[in-house]
Nanobody, 127 residues
Framework: VQLQACGGGLVRTGGSLRLSCAAS????????VGWFRQAPGKEREFVASIRWTDNSAYAADSVKGRFTISRDYARNTVYLQMNSLKPDDTAVYSC?????????????????????WGQGTLVTVSS
């Protein structure tokens, strides 16, 4: 499975961006796709994920109500719509996929659970 993320950029506080993660290859093995972010000097943290089979979505408390994860079946693409952006949202955002197994949702927050990673895309929110 290959993942291609894009859509990052520079935006002012309160602005919006939409990130895309296009999956290719053996997408029939994909069970979940998640977005993570890593700010300078900080650990990678979970942002949101979507279950490939039933579109169940999960989001970190820090982004609930502002970020929405969705999937385009035809394009095998997962989107992360980010609204009301804050400077604290500044980070490199990466998408990742879990393949070959359906896991309890309590594992979706852990980066080590994911099997494939796309390259990151930088989101910078200016104050």
């Amino acid at each position: 499975v290959q993942l291609q993320a894009c859509g990052g950029g520079l935006v002012r506080t309160g602005g919006s961006l939409r990130l895309s993660c296009a999956a290719s290859g053996r997408t029939d093995y994909v069970y979940d796709v998640g977005w993570f972010r890593q700010a300078p000097g900080k650990e990678r943290e979970f942002v949101a994920s979507i279950r490939w089979t039933d579109n169940s979505a999960y989001a970190a408390d820090s982004v609930k109500g502002r970020f929405t994860i969705s999937r385009d079946y035809a394009r095998n693409t997962v989107y992360l719509q980010m609204n009301s952006l804050k400077p604290d949202d500044t980070a490199v955002y990466s998408c990742a996929a879990i393949t070959g197994r359906l896991l309890s949702t309590r594992f979706l927050y852990l980066p080590g659970t994911y099997d494939y990673w796309g390259q990151g895309t930088l989101v910078t929110v200016s104050s």
